[in-house]
């Protein structure tokens, strides 16, 4: 028999065996009545993405993010501004919705004793420190106002969450410890943030509940700068954490104190505070036991909670010393698809709805804001500093500057960049000490747009902007005392 005549029978051998076991299964009517058009079909759908990503997509249309947006990414990883030749690549006028910088001919000139006086001392980074307002034991002023946003160990890789913390030291920001806990690969000399997640993973008792000595613990074995208590995530808000039992090696379940291999979701609510009252009470306790400043991570939807917040804040000592709000165009690890499209607000209605509670009782200059979602692209953080932004997180950038292809693997455990998967023939793709130049480049670039924007605008500092710098392409400007600074109806989901 020839070869050719070989290949040809067990290739018929092929399609005759899969067609008895489709023709054999119970549970799809297509595969029983087409067994082998069944069979096409399923292969077709499994490569759609991934030919639709490289062939078909055009450079603006993919979401999370466009090729165009990781292209970006990609030149700002090896240390360059992102550049583009021969003009926008957007319809300014029918991309109308989305505010503009305004380009200012000559700079403000700072006025001693205004924040812009300030600006020498701060560098490159926040211009208010954390805790002073409540004069915390150890304030903490972040040195870079772009950081890491929080990102489990388990979520992701041990060598991906050493390489940001590597890329952190380098760049001279903190990593957001997302609500996994600390371990041994957060400490490669990058600032810390702690994330007190309502599963308490990394501060819990054997039961499961917070416990303050296991937390105190935690805080000697590296630089935690501040805590965040996560009350919800952009991309599922109302739901707790969740990681997928395929995720659940046993290095990461001894670290959150949990079963290897099953499933780990976090309960929606904290137990340990139900009202914006308690909360401040858990809040001052917190502080009053460790020194650090602490602050809140939240989605938004409805403003009472923010409103009570602020309410409670502006009439007595207790307050969180920051907070940061997440769009829910926010990523995450695992969340169910309705959570992730339709509940809580983009960030640029989410935000200028909490800033406002604050601002409007005169208390929004004691509390450092955070923004993150979608804010590792230059323009879009470049408008949250406009919005009020002291500081701004990022992510799925950070993953893609890192070696992420947007495979949108995370929940499955194949991520095939090895950033989101404990699967070791993956992880061992990334190098952590070569990965953190490019996170650290990108970091420092994105720093340096921002603040060539800021400059552009005629201020000295992206913490500066306020929304006057800001405009519709029409020419109305974003009004910083309106409910929303867009009306949603004239929001485009996809910018
Ligand atoms: C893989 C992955 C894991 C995440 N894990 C956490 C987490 O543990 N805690 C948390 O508060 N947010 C978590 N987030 C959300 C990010 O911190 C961030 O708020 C969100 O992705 C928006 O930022 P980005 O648009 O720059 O990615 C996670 C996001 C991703 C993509």
Redo the contacts with the bound molecule.
């Keep these: 028999m020839s070869t050719l005549t070989m290949l040809i029978t067990i290739a018929l051998l092929l399609v005759l065996v899969i067609a008895a076991v489709h023709l054999c299964q119970r549970s799809d009517p297509v595969l029983r009545i087409f067994p082998i058009l069944g069979a096409a079909r399923t292969v077709l759908i499994a490569l759609g993405p991934k030919l639709r990503q490289y062939l078909v997509a055009n450079d603006s249309e993919e979401r999370p993010f466009s090729r165009l947006d990781r292209e970006d990414v990609e030149m700002m990883s090896t240390g360059k501004i992102s550049q583009i030749a021969f003009g926008s690549r957007t319809d300014l006028v029918a991309h109308g919705h989305e505010p503009l910088l305004k380009y200012r001919t000559f700079p403000r000139l700072p006025v001693e004793g205004t924040p812009e006086a300030e600006t020498n001392s701060a560098g490159q980074g926040s211009l208010k420190t954390m805790g002073a307002a409540r004069q915390r034991r150890y304030q903490y002023r972040p040195a870079s106002i772009v950081n890491i946003?929080?990102?489990?160990f388990g979520?992701?890789s041990g060598p991906a969450v050493e390489t940001l913390n590597l890329a952190a030291g380098i760049a001279g920001c903190f990593q957001?410890s997302?609500?996994?806990g600390i371990s041994d690969h957060h400490l490669h000399g990058g600032d810390l943030v702690f994330?007190i997640?309502s599963g308490y993973f990394g501060c819990r008792d054997h039961a499961g509940s917070f416990s303050i000595s296991e937390l105190k613990e935690r805080l000697a074995q590296g630089p935690i700068k501040a805590l965040e208590i996560?009350i919800s995530?952009?991309?599922k808000p109302g739901l707790g954490?969740f990681l997928p039992g395929e995720k659940v090696t046993a290095e990461i379940a001894r670290y959150r104190g949990i079963t290897q291999g099953m499933d780990c979701a976090s309960p929606p609510r904290h137990a340990e505070f139900w009202d914006a009252d308690s909360l401040l009470d858990w809040v001052e306790y917190l502080a009053d036991e460790t020194g650090l400043p602490v602050g809140i991570?939240s989605a938004v939807g409805d403003t009472e909670f923010w409103s009570d917040l602020a309410t409670l804040m502006a009439r007595d000592a207790r307050g969180v010393d920051y907070i940061a709000i997440?769009g829910s165009?926010?990523?995450?690890?695992a969340a169910p698809s309705v959570f992730a499209e339709s509940v809580g607000y983009p960030f640029r209605q989410a935000f200028p709805l909490v800033h406002r509670e604050f601002r409007s009782r005169g208390i929004d200059g004691d509390v450092v804001f955070i923004g993150?979602?979608?804010?590792?692209l230059a323009a879009n953080a470049a408008r949250a500093f406009a919005y009020g932004a002291d500081l701004v997180?990022?992510?799925?950038?950070a993953?893609l500057s890192m070696g992420c292809i947007q495979a949108l693997k995370?929940h499955t455990g194949h991520c095939p960049s090895g950033i989101?998967t404990q699967r070791p023939w993956l992880t061992r793709g990334i190098v952590p000490e070569a990965a953190a130049l490019k996170v650290s480049n990108y970091l420092i670039s994105l720093r340096k747009e921002l603040f060539a924007v800021a400059e552009a605008c005629g201020v000295s500092h992206p913490g500066l902007l306020t929304p006057a710098d800001l405009t519709h392409v029409d020419g109305t400007p974003v009004d910083p005392r309106s409910t929303l600074p867009v009306p949603l109806t004239s929001v485009d989901m996809s910018a």
Excluded: P
């Design positions: 946003s929080g990102m489990s979520a992701l957001n997302g609500e996994g994330q997640g996560k995530q952009g991309a954490g991570k997440d165009e926010g990523g995450t690890g993150a979602g979608r804010l590792g997180n990022v992510g799925r950038t993953m995370c989101a």
